[in-house]
């Protein structure tokens, strides 16, 4: 596919076609090496045009870029520049830039490639060598020496702390201020524009704030993209702006055309922007006015409209087209067919008396065709009596006052197509009254299959004209009359529904000597029937009968609707027509349209036969409306009813990677992870079945569709083997299902158990005597529950002092009122079937230490014992039999304790902050333009806080609503509201406290448009 390909000035500023108009971009492709050329242009290059630029390429999941350096010199004006880097697709590291412009160079480059040096020139001295290492450079003296040449010190800036950024951008319509720091705040300052100096204005706005010097301009337009510079003294700075367009939305897209070969095509869209740029494509490849002259199309600009225009549209040009703007795009499909024309209406015989008029009509499905008529084989030219018409699809040939010598085959022929259509027309003479003196005669109706049983039978079709001349004889001349019989039972008198005697009207009759004629004009359904013939005179009577058929084309197709739809693709059924309009039907035509659109495109040229249709190459997320034509040997019905409005949109694909999280003995945990594909329909949600191993029955465990990747299917059966699986939701209904590999046996998995011993019953456990002693220690278990037992030197815990509780995770060891008993060693035995585990959790034991042996006083004094520890002492008495059979203990204990520490606190003489006023920052003078709020700022110290009085031509401002007086933090601003030439003057701050005062001044200027008011002061 094509690369996605941007340019860069800088790191970030992207350019692209709203970066001024200085900026061209140019893309060419070669199918044949399938390599891309991409073309930077830059017209009237200047100072701000120097910098890094960078060239990004992306294709599918890969990215590649590569950067060059343009430097700028001198101020002559410089032709367009550009700059060509060919791409090879879709490998984008193939990407080579092109930049051919020549550099002296001082020596030789050593081998070294320029982002090397540009690395070296950037790194500090003690990095050399690891990069020349690192790049495999052997001649380090070589580089030194490059390097050493290489180096130039760059001069500091004399007038500038802070320069312009190398580039600022901009949306059109809003604000951008562009600031410079300057070393001394009384040098003169100007802004440039390329090369022109800029005056304050509503448009541009200068600003002072302490040495800071800012320009806002407002209200940015196109005619703002341009190079800014600013000029201190002999030093200057320059920047460039870029203008960027707000995103160019579509308002009307594309729409779907389907036309034929030589029709006029045009594709129009409406963006929300005037003049905006728009890119066409066609089949993801863009059309452009260089290639226009070849394809023969050329575009059209009608204020926010965008139109592309064929003349003469060719079968090479169907395809889909797409619209591309910097917010939005658009696409639709052109179906270019050649034409092929259908005869809805042939032309019929005509038998046609002297002084009558003769019609003979066609109806083609082609409006624009024109067409010649011939009579036996030449040419018929309009004249007084011939006259030929063109209406719509119908085409006419009227003779009025017809003549014996226009008796003949009369054809009809359209232009351009290998068809022609063919009737005849009969003459019928009239003969002058005449006297004979025959003998009465019955009279007798003269029919080509006359008979009073014989099923004659006339087609004509609905709308045209039926003229029915039967010859009569008989002496005298029969009367003759014509009446309609019924088919829904016989009248008692003739078994007529209507008598038809009348010579005018839409049905009549008309009387000759030796004929009769049944005309009726522009046949309907309702004169179908079986028409009855009746001729009398004195002698006797004759009786023909007549089956009228009247054609017709077919009702409407009925219950048109959609039964499916898909990605790109659509189900639509229907009923056939109740009526067939006398002839069978012999297909249908199918047609569909955007929803909201006017434009209807065929889907099929031939008729197509079946009840069910599938159509395909449609957007998927965009709403649609079809419908359907019946057609029959007549010609089309008038279309069905629309579907209802249905968008194409796909099931999404299955979900992924589904695994079992957990099994219980009831209970099995899935865990999944979404559908690659999703598509514009989106998710609803996962449904998840199981299914018995051997069964083809698929049980929902849940009834609404969760969010989530993962879903816990409870209440199945112990030990069974379950299979599972799981499918996405969305409105076009069951992705494919992701389904287990194997069954899952639904039983809990048991592991080995595992005891979770906390951190401070690892070591020796101390608790003091008569305090209480509870011990939670968590296992972790999977399985049944598990055996829990404690016990002491091996044996079973005293249960009447020690109780345990035991729930699934944790086990709880509880003493009331320790006592020294209870020291030891505890192990805890955690098992599962034949698995097990064990802890030991060690309580400290008394250990005795003699400290006097046969001490013949009843007191004494202990020495060494260790600060902060807590002693127990027992007393045994001896004799000559040894010693007493048990102890005396001491009923509290002696806890050794730390000396005392007294903190005699340091002697210091306060520090006094006290001190008079002082300005850190003073006040600058100001030039201001009228209208715009101004602010004086200085700055204050002094302890205690001095006291600040604001005055104007030494007159103190008080309760002014024009000006606020701030003071944070020992910074003093004046805000003055909107100043005229009248505030102009002399303002003084002046700070005062019980040490002393200071006082700041400064001059205001205020200049109004075009006049400048001096101050005052």
């Known amino acids: 596919g094509k690369p996605a390909i941007k340019w860069f000035k800088g790191k970030w500023l992207e350019l692209g076609s709203k970066s001024g108009a200085r900026f061209s971009f140019k893309e060419s492709h070669d199918s044949a090496s399938n390599v891309y050329t991409v073309e930077l242009h830059i017209g009237k290059v200047v100072l701000g045009d120097r910098g890094d630029y960078r060239l990004e390429v992306k294709a599918k999941d890969t990215c590649d870029s590569c950067g060059f350096n343009i430097d700028v010199e001198g101020t002559t004006s410089s032709p367009p520049h550009s700059l060509m880097a060919p791409v090879r697709s879709p490998n984008p590291r193939e990407v080579v830039e092109e930049e051919k412009k020549k550099k002296k160079k001082d020596d030789d480059d050593l081998g070294i490639p320029p982002e090397i040096w540009e690395l070296l020139k950037g790194a500090k001295k003690s990095e050399y060598e690891k990069i020349a290492f690192q790049y495999g450079i052997t001649d380090l003296r070589g580089m030194l020496k490059r390097l050493k040449k290489a180096k130039v010190e760059v001069k500091k800036s004399a007038a500038f702390t802070k320069k312009l950024d190398p580039a600022y951008q901009v949306d059109r319509g809003n604000k951008i201020k562009l600031m410079v720091e300057i070393s001394d705040p009384d040098l003169p300052l100007k802004w440039f524009k390329n090369g022109q100096e800029i005056k304050p204005s509503s448009k541009y706005v200068f600003e002072n704030v302490g040495k800071k010097r800012i320009l806002t301009i407002n209200k940015c337009t196109l005619a703002d993209d341009a190079a800014y510079e600013v000029a201190v003294k002999d030093e200057k700075c320059f920047t460039e702006l870029f203008v960027k367009e707000p995103p160019v939305l579509i308002i009307t897209p594309l729409e779907d055309q389907q036309v034929f070969v030589g029709d006029r095509v045009e594709m129009a869209v409406e963006v929300s922007e005037e003049g905006a740029q728009v890119m066409w494509m066609k089949d993801g490849v863009e059309l452009t006015r260089e290639d226009s002259f070849k394809a023969r199309y050329r575009f059209k600009k009608d204020g926010k409209r965008h139109i592309l225009i064929y003349s003469d549209v060719t079968q090479e040009d169907g395809g889909h087209y797409q619209v591309m703007t910097n917010g939005g795009q658009c696409e639709a499909e052109l179906i270019v067919e050649e034409k092929q024309l259908e005869v809805l209406q042939d032309i019929a015989d005509l038998t046609v008396k002297a002084a009558e008029q003769a019609v003979f009509k066609c109806e083609v499905s082609d409006e624009k065709v024109t067409g010649k008529w011939y009579k036996n084989g030449i040419e018929v030219r ?155 005179n004195p002698v006797g009577e004759d009786v023909a009968s007549i089956f009228l058929r009247v054609v017709d084309v077919p009702d409407p197709p009925e219950a048109v609707r959609i039964t499916s739809v898909g990605e790109d693709w659509a189900i639509l059924v229907w009923e056939p027509p109740k009526y067939d309009g006398g002839k069978p039907v012999t297909g249908y035509l199918l047609e569909r349209k955007k929803k909201g659109s006017q434009r209807w495109m065929k889907l099929n040229f031939e008729v197509f036969t079946e009840t069910t249709y599938e159509s395909t190459k449609m957007i998927e997320g965009i709403l649609y409306e079809m419908r359907v034509f019946a057609v029959n040997a007549i010609g089309v019905s008038q279309p069905s009813m629309n579907t209802k409005p249905f968008m194409p949109i796909a099931p999404t694909s299955e979900p992924l990677h589904l695994i079992v999280e957990d099994v219980t003995d009831t209970t099995t945990t899935l865990k999944w992870r979404p559908p690659n594909r999703i598509g514009a329909g989106g998710i609803d949600g996962y449904l998840v079945e199981y299914c018995l191993e051997g069964s083809d029955e698929w049980v929902s465990a849940n009834t609404e569709p969760v969010e989530r990747c993962g879903f816990t299917v409870k209440n199945l059966p112990t030990g069974a083997r379950i299979l599972f699986r799981v499918v996405g939701v969305n409105i076009a209904g069951r992705s494919e299902p992701a389904t287990l590999a194997q069954p899952v046996t639904i039983r809990e998995i048991a592991e080995p158990p595992k005891i979770r011993l906390p951190r401070h019953l690892r070591q020796t456990y101390i608790r003091k005597v008569g305090e209480q002693l509870n011990l939670v220690i968590p296992f972790q278990v999977r399985g049944p529950r598990p055996q829990v037992v404690w016990t002491k030197g091996g044996a079973p815990v005293d249960t009447s002092r020690v109780h345990v509780r035991t729930s699934d995770f944790d086990t709880v060891f509880f003493v009331r009122q320790a006592a020294r008993s209870d020291s030891g060693e505890y192990e805890l035995s955690v098992q599962i079937e034949n698995m097990k585990d064990t802890g030991l959790a060690v309580l400290p034991t008394v250990e005795w230490f003699n400290v006097y042996e046969r001490n013949r006083h009843t007191s004494c004094t202990v020495s060494d014992l260790i600060v902060g520890n807590e002693y127990y002492f027992r007393v045994y008495t001896e004799n000559i039999c040894g010693l007493s059979d048990s102890p005396g203990v001491s009923k509290n204990t002696a806890r050794i304790l730390k000396t005392g520490i007294t903190l005699k606190p340091f002697e210091y003489k306060e520090h006094d902050f006290r001190m008079a006023p002082k300005f850190l920052t003073p006040l600058i003078d100001r030039v201001v333009v009228a209208g715009y709020s101004a602010a004086l700022n200085c700055a204050v110290r002094g302890h205690p806080k001095p006291k600040v009085v604001w005055m104007k031509n030494k007159m103190e401002i008080r309760e002014d609503p024009k000006f606020l007086m701030n003071n944070y933090q020992g910074v003093l601003t004046l805000n003055i509201r909107r100043p005229s030439p009248f505030d102009a003057g002399t303002y003084t701050c002046l700070a005062v406290n019980e040490l002393g005062e200071a006082l700041a001044e400064c001059k205001l200027e205020v200049r109004g448009e075009g006049v400048a008011v001096p101050n005052t002061g």
């Open 382 to 536: 309009p004249s007084k009596r011939i006259t030929i018409s063109h209406v719509g699809r119908f085409h006419k040939l009227v003779i009025d006052d017809v003549r014996p010598e226009d008796e003949g085959d009369y054809t009809f022929v359209p232009d351009g197509y290998a068809l022609s259509l063919s009737a005849k027309l009969n003459f019928l003479g009239e003969d002058g009254p005449r006297i004979s003196s025959v003998p009465p005669e019955p009279p007798k109706i003269h029919l080509d299959c006359s008979g009073k049983t014989s099923e004659n039978a006339i087609v004509v079709v609905a709308g045209n004209k039926l003229r029915l001349d039967v010859s009569i004889t008989g002496e005298p001349p029969p009367v003759a009359w014509v009446c309609l019989g019924t088919r829904w039972g016989a009248r008692p008198s003739c078994g007529c529904v209507q008598v038809f005697t009348t010579t005018e009207g839409r049905v009549r009759i008309e009387k000759r000597a030796d004929s009769s004629s049944f005309v009726i004009e522009s046949a309907e359904r309702t004169d179908e029937g079986r028409y009855t013939i009746k001729v009398t």
